[in-house]
């Protein structure tokens, strides 16, 4: 008999999948249950049908997995904001590590990935200094699950003390009318790895504090040394204060507000500009041993990536926060750059995220002496 949308099914969870439901198989069709954790039995009733997936709606939990626990916030379910609170740390991580994997080599038509790097958060709750948050009609919180409404949040459990404090100041004078204000735990200045950065009001800025010295030790390191270095997506200039003491020159690249506040924490020479008018224009111009990429969550234009293969630098280091698109850029990116180094970073736990830092090594760099 063939499923109908409305229908009941008990399947069984193998995996998570990226987007953070967990996937089972019924009837030769693989189902989508959001809030499920692998080894879970479970009902859910079928909501969207696909002639090989479905997507479907927990009911009941009928035999727990060995990873599912007692989530440890009071809004998982009706907040939108993190989706694995039900899955205990170690399914976490996994769960990250295998979405990365799996877009690299399905996506990537990567076969042979170098070990994997995990770098854990030192606190999986408690460890978040900044978020967007929503106000409408008196409340202060997140978006509901699948829905703009706003879910009231008191206490929210991956804020970290002084996150927490500007929430409570929030639901203490709450906005009028609606819309989303970001809140941070830290002030206009702050300190990574010994160096102070400025941070304006808009600019992004990594979310978890307790992770910007280690992450930023990771990708300066995988940049190597050398002559001549361009970075792209360079925000406030987070890497940029880092690598531009290894290179003889650094041209950094942002289109934003963080311009600004880049060419005051760095002595490297800072353009704005998209990265996807400004690269192209560089063919035949600029011979970097180093490309720095950090795109937002969409990756990079096609034009970056078709520049890039151009230009040919000894190495490319791709920090991403979307497995998917990292993936893309990578396959488009082509085969004379082969993948060294891959390091995950669990910079959102409860969530999941995949922030990632992979390097590339161009198969002719043997001919420039610099890059370590
Ligand atoms: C993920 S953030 C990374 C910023 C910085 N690397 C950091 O870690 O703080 C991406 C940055 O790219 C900038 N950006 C987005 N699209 C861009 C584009 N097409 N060209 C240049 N910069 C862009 C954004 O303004 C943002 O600052």
Redesign the pocket.
Known sequence: MRPEVGASVELTIDTLAAGGDGVGRHDGRVIFVPRSAPGDRVQAQLLRLHPRYAHAALVRVLEPGPHRRESPCPYFGSCGGCRWLHLDDAAQEAGRAAILRDALTRIGGMRELPPLTHVRSPRSLGYRSRARVAHARGRVGFRAWHSHEVVDIERCVVFDAETQAELDALQTATPRGSGEIEIRGYSEEVEVAGRKLNVGPH????ANRLLWDRWFEVVVKACGTGQLAVE?????G??TVGVEENFSTLIA????A?VHDARRNSKAQVIR????SWLPAQVGKLLPDLMLL???RSGC?ARVIDALRKIAPARVVY?S?EPSTLARDLARLGPNFRLTGLTLLDALPQTHHVESVVTLEHIDSRSRTHVQ
């Open positions: 600019a992004f800025f990594q792209l997506y360079a925000g406030v987070f890497y690249v942002e289109r934003g963080a500009a998209a990265a996807e950090n795109p937002p234009d920090v926060c």
